[in-house]
């Protein structure tokens, strides 16, 4: 980091150390967090880091509540704690024990991130967003054009279908009759995505990437986020198109701001590859997961260090976030197919040999223990793209795949 002034004691708790290795755990940055073979390795010889072992893996929340934690939180002269996604559970914790939390309001992320409620909280800035409209399930009609629809609260595109058929709108009118749903135009084209830092009355734009979505082998759910990639990124806009894309930065984080918050917050935008419009289509009020790999890529005037640094209420004065124009990561999801139970279903399926193979090819491999389907198995990290286009890996992306499958 390039900011001297970062010199207050910080504690990261969070249930995936990447999430906070956007700044390295030393001097007054310390990190609580689930112990994995990953986290292990990097907390050889590192007091700053206290890793958490027990036979499951635990939440945030969790994390908090235990003896041990509490215990190393105390004993830190006045620590400010972060989390990679506030709630009201976390703040009732912090405040509980009396500890001082940086992030927003849980509130405020919650209704700006819930598909019917953040109709409301955008007011004007609707505008931005495809055609659309909000009915009950038993509403839905079949009127011979794909549709997206989804629920109001949704993570990685969970909650996010394509109805292309009439027996796909009987089954949401059969299944949730009575429930709200967004209704949403179908629109065909790239999604790009943005880390941006409200920071002392200024929004901080950042470097705009490729959204890579819902290709095999590296998940079975077509709407699932699992990577993204710089190079593509800088390559999809032409001129109106990327002020159309900073608009929408602009107008969200300006609201954002007026609501009272600060720090990271996250645009997902959709490209029409027929009209060429751009449209709003998730805000992530957090730090996106994409924040940490983007801030090694950059290395100085971070977009992490930006995030702790409006968090604590620092001066910006000059600061300017480093661009990235190449550097790509993928996530391989846990299949449908069951690993097994505990930590020991991805060696069982030679995923050691996939691993190493990777490593092979100058890739930085981060491992996880999870079992559950469309969690995150595998993070992938390059200094190169591994895009050719939308929808279509470059020869790099081709040998990680096949690795893969």
């Known amino acids: 980091m390039t900011n001297n002034n970062l010199d207050q004691s910080i504690i990261y708790v969070t249930r995936d150390i990447e999430r906070a290795l956007g700044h390295q755990p030393q001097k007054s940055f310390y990190i609580i967090a689930n112990e994995t073979p990953f986290a292990k390795r990097l907390s050889v010889g590192n007091p700053n ?85 909000v009915i009950l399930g038993k509403d839905l009609e079949w009127k011979k054009e794909n549709i997206i629809i989804q629920f109001n609260r949704a993570h990685t595109g969970s909650g996010t279908l394509l109805i292309k058929s009439p027996r796909d709108t009987d089954e949401i009118r059969k299944k949730f009759p009575k429930r709200p749903i967004r209704v949403t135009k179908f629109i065909d084209g790239p999604c790009l995505t943005s880390n941006n830092v409200v920071w002392d009355g200024e929004i901080l734009h950042g470097p705009i990437m490729y959204q890579i979505t819902g290709l095999s082998p590296f998940t079975q759910n077509k709407f699932a986020t699992i990577g993204n990639d710089w190079q593509l990124g800088n390559k999809l806009l032409d001129d109106p198109q990327w002020n159309n894309y900073k608009a929408i930065v602009e107008g969200v984080g300006r609201k954002l701001m007026a609501d009272g918050w600060r720090g990271l917050f996250g645009i997902d935008a959709i490209l029409d590859q027929a009209s060429g419009e751009i449209y709003l289509i998730e805000i992530n009020a957090r730090q996106p997961a994409s924040t940490t790999y983007e801030s090694i890529l950059q290395g100085d005037s971070t977009t992490f260090e930006a995030h702790l640094s409006a968090l604590l209420g620092l001066p910006k004065a000059k600061f300017v976030l480093t661009s990235v124009i190449e550097g790509a990561q993928i996530i391989q ?29 100058g890739l930085n491999v981060i491992e996880y223990a999870n079992t559950e389907p469309e969690k995150d198995l595998l993070r992938i990290q390059s200094k190169e793209g591994i895009m050719l286009a939308h929808n279509q890996l470059n020869e790099l992306g081709k040998k990680i795949a096949a690795i893969l499958k």
Not at 69 to 76: D, G, L, Q
Not at 94 to 118: F, G, H, Y
Not at 342 to 350: E, I, M, P, S, V
Not at 351 to 360: A, D, F, I, M, N
């Open 49 to 133: 880091i206290v890793l958490v072992s027990k036979p499951t893996l635990l939440d945030t929340h969790e994390l908090l509540q235990l003896t041990e934690t509490k215990k190393f939180i105390n004993s830190i002269a006045n620590p400010r704690l972060l989390v990679f996604k506030n709630t009201e559970l976390i703040e009732r914790i912090c405040k509980r024990n009396n500890w001082k939390l940086l992030n927003p309001d849980a509130r405020l992320a919650t209704n700006v991130e819930e598909k019917i409620s953040q109709l409301d909280w955008l007011g004007a800035l609707k505008k931005f967003l495809p055609p659309h409209q």
């Open 333 to 361: 999801r846990v299949p449908q197919s069951p690993l097994g139970r505990g930590r020991g279903g991805l060696a069982n399926r030679g995923q050691k040999s996939k691993v190493q193979r990777l490593e092979s090819l």
